[in-house]
């Protein structure tokens, strides 16, 4: 039921991607250039520029990795990103419509 939300989040958000200037790209977050972001990678990203404490940013980086084997693949940053991003715009908008359910939007 959730999983066809994110599924759906993510693709509009990989459309929009292109043209956002403000969308973190994962080889920016991605130190070594080997594909995969280490907490450690995460973590010194979130944090370089303040925006972020440590434990902040340690919390997150479980958030993002969904199968939690400890590295952030690009598919988990991006579905992570297109679900926060759905979640500001609902907040926006009104937390009380119907946010759970799985109608067509
Ligand atoms: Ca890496
Ligand atoms: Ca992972």
Known sequence: MKRIA?????????????????MVAFTDIDANGDGMVTEVEFVT??????EYTEEEASEKFVK???NADG???????????AEWKDK???ADVDV??????????
């Open 45 to 50: 990203h979130k944090t370089a520029d303040g």
């Open 64 to 66: 993002i990795d969904a």
């Open 88 to 90: 500001d715009v609902q």
């Open 6 to 22: 994110i599924i759906a989040a993510a693709a509009s958000a990989g459309a929009f991607a292109a043209s956002a200037g403000e």
């Open 71 to 81: 590295s952030v693949s690009e598919a988990e940053l991006t579905s992570a990103m």
């Open 96 to 105: 009380d419509l119907e946010t759970d359910t799985d109608s067509s939007y």
